[in-house]
């Protein structure tokens, strides 16, 4: 799959919805995950941690 990017963010995600920070957490998590060579699915997961754990822009 080509890079992750923050409008497939906010498709697998609420919190990418709701804040752009989050989004691109998800996005910077889930390419990450992409190269080292996980499963879609992992990545989904591992970019969806992520934007959980991103704080909210002050």
């Known amino acids: 799959m080509p890079a992750w990017t923050k409008a497939d963010a906010k498709r697998h995600t609420k919190q990418a919805a709701k804040a752009p920070n989050k ?3 998800f996005q910077h998590a889930a390419d990450s995950a992409a190269k080292r060579g996980l ?3 992992a ?3 591992i970019g969806n941690a992520a ?8």
């Open 23 to 25: 989004a691109r957490a």
């Open 43 to 45: 990545q989904v997961r």
């Open 39 to 41: 499963s879609e699915g």
């Open 51 to 58: 934007a959980k754990k991103a704080r909210p822009k002050a």
